[in-house]
Structure formats: structure tokens, C-alpha cells
């Protein structure tokens, strides 16, 4: 194809995102279909990959991702939430054998307390589900780009 020598000049800027939207869609065109067109772009793009120069306008929002997705951040997420979900059970355990066993305490206080207690219960369990489903969320959002 005589076409291959305008394309080898377009790839560079293909790869940079510099093209109008005709333009690069006649090099992504013509790179589907020319397996040498293809082995330029494909070398050109692994060695811009490498020089780390490949911008995209979600890179932030990767580098975040990444950040957010690391190792040691997630572990202390989840030993977190484990501390704080333990505190809390211990606690209102601990708080609930205690406060509710008084006889001096009327039973609408206990009642009262029970009922302030559940909510919070509630409100925190709709949060963690929330989360779980929003980390689930997060997945299949990494598994698309
Ligand atoms: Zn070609």
C-alpha cells in the first residue's frame, strides 16, 4: 500500500494524541489492517512506555488509583475497619452488659439507648456495604481500562 509512508509519519503523533479525530481514526484504520504500519506503531508506543512520556488525560486519575490500590494502603484499610468493627462489638458488648443489668436504670432508658445503639448499628453497616460494593465497583472499572 502506498498509503504506509503517510501513515508512518501520523503514528508519532497518533501515539501522542496530537491528530484530529479523521486523522486518527484513518491511522487506527489503517494500522488494523497493515501488519508493518502495526510493528511501527507497536514499537514506537513501547518505547514511548518505556521513556514514560505517554500522557492520558486519566493518568491522574490512574496515579490515584494506584495510590489508593497499594499494598500497604489497603491493608491498613482493612485492618481498620476490622479494629474499628471489633471496638465496636467489644465495646457495645461490654457496654450492654453492664448498662442494661442495672436495675437502677428505667427501662426507658434502656430502651432508649437500645434504640440510639441499633441506628448507629444500622447506619454504620449501610456505610460498610457501601464501601464493599463501591471497592466491587472499583474492579471492574480497572478491569475496563
Ligand atoms: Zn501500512
Given at each position: 500500500?502506498?498509503?504506509?509512508?503517510d501513515i508512518e509519519e501520523l503514528i508519532s503523533g497518533y501515539i501522542d494524541q496530537e491528530l484530529t479525530q479523521q486523522k486518527a481514526q484513518q491511522v487506527r484504520r489503517h494500522i488494523e489492517s497493515c501488519d508493518s504500519c502495526k510493528a511501527v506503531y507497536e514499537d514506537l508506543l513501547a518505547i514511548r512506555k518505556e521513556m514514560g512520556q505517554l500522557q492520558y488525560p486519566e493518568c491522574e486519575e490512574a496515579k490515584l488509583n494506584k495510590i489508593m490500590n497499594e499494598p500497604v494502603a489497603k491493608t491498613l484499610g482493612v485492618v481498620?475497619?476490622?479494629?474499628?468493627?471489633?471496638?465496636?462489638?467489644?465495646?457495645m458488648g461490654w457496654q450492654a452488659f453492664t448498662?442494661?443489668?442495672?436495675?437502677?436504670?428505667?427501662?426507658?432508658?434502656k430502651i432508649g439507648v437500645l434504640l440510639i445503639e441499633l441506628g448507629a448499628l444500622g447506619?454504620?453497616?449501610?456505610?460498610?456495604?457501601?464501601?464493599?460494593?463501591?471497592?466491587k465497583t472499583d474492579k471492574y472499572r480497572n478491569v475496563k481500562l
Open positions: 500500500m502506498n498509503q504506509c509512508h481498620g475497619w476490622i479494629m474499628l468493627i471489633i471496638g465496636l462489638v467489644g465495646f448498662f442494661f443489668t442495672q436495675p437502677v436504670v428505667p427501662t426507658w432508658a447506619l454504620f453497616l449501610s456505610v460498610l456495604r457501601q464501601r464493599l460494593i463501591a471497592r
